[in-house]
C-alpha cells in the first residue's frame, strides 16, 4: 500500500519535506520528492504538515473494528473511572496505558494496530472508546518512541535539525537543548504500548491519563493537597512532547502526577482541543486523587457520599 501521495503539479521541488522527514526516508529526485525508502516511513506526517505548497498527503487507513466492543476490566478500574467522570465531570474517561514487554502481556479483546499511529493520537482513539495495542513497529513518532524507551531519538531531531525546522526554536542548539530535556524511559524499557479507558483493563496500567478542561485540572491539583496541605503542585512540560514525555514517561520515571498544557503534535494529530489539556496521573495515585476530590465536594456540600478508597479495597479483597 503507498504511504504517500505527493501532488506533482503543485510540489515547488523546495525540499523541505527531505530535510525535515526524521527518518531520512525522502529524496529529492528530477521531478521531485520521493519515498525512496518506504521501508524507512513511518507515516508520522511531518512532511505532509510541513509542505509549504499543501502537496503531500499520508495515506492513513481507518479501521471501525477498533471502536467496536469493549473489553470489560476489573470492577475497580471501573469503579475508579466512573467515579473519577462523576467527579469531575469529565467529557472524555480517563485513559489508561500500560507498556508492553512481551506480546504475552497484551489483555484479550485489545485490537492490535497494523498501521502506523502517533501516541498522541492512541491516546485520543482512547478517549474515543478505542482498545488497542500498539506495537513497537506501529510507533508512527520517532520522538513519541524515544519518550517511552521503545528507540533512540533519530540525528537529526537530537541536534535539533527537526525541532528547528518545526519553527519550535529559535537556533538548532535550543531545539537540541529542549529534546535533551524531554522526559524519557530508558530504551529498551518496552516493546510497544497498550492504551485503553480505564474501564477495559484487568491488571492496572502503569499510568492514567485525564483529557480535560484546566478547572478540572485544577480540582485534580487541589485533591493532592487535599490532606496534608501541600507540597504545592509543580507542573513539569515543555510544548513539547505532551502525551508522550509528559504525562506517560514522567509519571512513570517519577512517580508523580503531572500536569501538561499539551503540545504543537497533540493539538494538530491528537486532536487535542484549544480548551483541553493533559494530567498524566500514576497508577499508585489515583485512590489518592480520587480519596481527595470525594474530600473536596463533600467539603464544600456537593458530593453525596459515594463509594470511597477503602470500599474500593474492601470490594477487592472479597473478589480475592
Known amino acids: 500500500m503507498a504511504k504517500l501521495n505527493i501532488d506533482r503539479s503543485e510540489c515547488t521541488k523546495c525540499g523541505v519535506c527531505i530535510d525535515i522527514c526524521p527518518n531520512n526516508a525522502l529524496e529529492l529526485l528530477d521531478d521531485g520528492p520521493e519515498l525512496t525508502h518506504p521501508e524507512l516511513c513511518t507515516e508520522c506526517g511531518v512532511c505532509e504538515d510541513q509542505c509549504p505548497s499543501r502537496s503531500i498527503t499520508v495515506l492513513r487507513r481507518q479501521d471501525s473494528k477498533m471502536l467496536g466492543a469493549k473489553p470489560i476490566g476489573d470492577p475497580k478500574w ?5 467515579q ?16 508492553v514487554r512481551s ?3 497484551v489483555q484479550h479483546g485489545f485490537v492490535a494496530m497494523d498501521f502506523p499511529i502517533r501516541h498522541c493520537v492512541s491516546i485520543h482513539m482512547a478517549s474515543l472508546g478505542a482498545a488497542i495495542y500498539v506495537p513497537a513497529q506501529q510507533h508512527a513518532c520517532s520522538a513519541g518512541k524515544a519518550a517511552l524507551g521503545i528507540a533512540e531519538l533519530p540525528e537529526k531531531v537530537r541536534s535539533g535539525k527537526v525541532p528547528y525546522m518545526h519553527g519550535l526554536a529559535s537556533t538548532e542548539p535550543a531545539a537540541a537543548r529542549t529534546m535533551a530535556e524531554i522526559p524519557k524511559l530508558p530504551v529498551g524499557t518496552c516493546t510497544g504500548t497498550v492504551v485503553a479507558p480505564l474501564a477495559c483493563f484487568k491488571n492496572p496500567p502503569e499510568v492514567v491519563v485525564l483529557t480535560c478542561l484546566p478547572k478540572q485540572a485544577m480540582w485534580v491539583a487541589n485533591s493532592l493537597i487535599y490532606e496534608t496541605g501541600g507540597p504545592r503542585i509543580t507542573a513539569n512540560f515543555a510544548g513539547m512532547q505532551a502525551s508522550c514525555g509528559d504525562v506517560t514517561a514522567l509519571p ?14 497533540c493539538r494538530s494529530a491528537g486532536k487535542l482541543k484549544d480548551d483541553e489539556m493533559y494530567v498524566g496521573i500514576p497508577m499508585a495515585r489515583i485512590e489518592e486523587v480520587i480519596s481527595g ?3 473536596l465536594r463533600r467539603a464544600m456540600g456537593k458530593l453525596e457520599r459515594t463509594q470511597t478508597t477503602q470500599d474500593l479495597k474492601e470490594a477487592g479483597k472479597s473478589e480475592e
Open 78 to 82: 471501573v469503579a475508579a473511572s466512573e
Open 84 to 99: 473519577m467522570v462523576a467527579l469531575l465531570g469529565l467529557a472524555k474517561p480517563p485513559v489508561g496505558i500500560s507498556l
Open 103 to 105: 506480546a504475552d502481556d
Open 252 to 265: 512513570i520515571l517519577t512517580g508523580k502526577v503531572n500536569f501538561s498544557l499539551g503540545c504543537y503534535g
Open 293 to 295: 476530590l470525594q474530600g
